[in-house]
């Protein structure tokens, strides 16, 4: 019913910078929130940065001053700008969507997930 794709993962050197773009389509007829997550080898998923419709943020305390988040409603799309990555920066990205359907219902979906990879 909600599909995410993303894009932007890769590999880059310390002190790059990645751009993370998720976009949702389907039955939508309201997006909350839109965020990414990071799950490292061995590690729990962790909130990266969030935000609602309103355009409030949330970060991380790891990333912040280095991240940004933005959103384009019009497109149903989120961005992530990533500078000054760090090798710990490293992970599986998941982009996260919450809202309503066109019938009504409150979803939540996951992407499948796009890798960064911070060499040192």
């Known amino acids: 019913q909600v599909q995410l794709v993303e894009s932007g993962g890769g590999l880059v050197q310390a002190g790059g910078s990645l751009r993370l773009s998720c976009a949702a389509s389907g039955s939508i007829f309201s997006i909350r929130a839109m965020g990414w997550y990071r799950q490292a080898p061995g590690n729990e998923r962790e909130l990266v940065a969030a935000i609602t419709s309103g355009g409030s943020t949330n970060y991380g305390d790891s990333v912040k001053g280095r991240f940004t988040i933005s959103r384009d409603n019009a497109k149903n799309t989120v961005y992530l700008q990533m500078n000054s990555l760090k090798p710990e920066d490293t992970a599986v990205y998941y982009c996260?969507?919450?809202?309503?359907?066109?019938?009504?219902?409150?979803?939540?979906?996951w992407g499948q997930g796009t890798q960064v990879t911070v060499s040192s």
């Open positions: 996260n969507v919450l809202g309503r359907l066109s019938y009504g219902a409150d979803f939540g979906s």
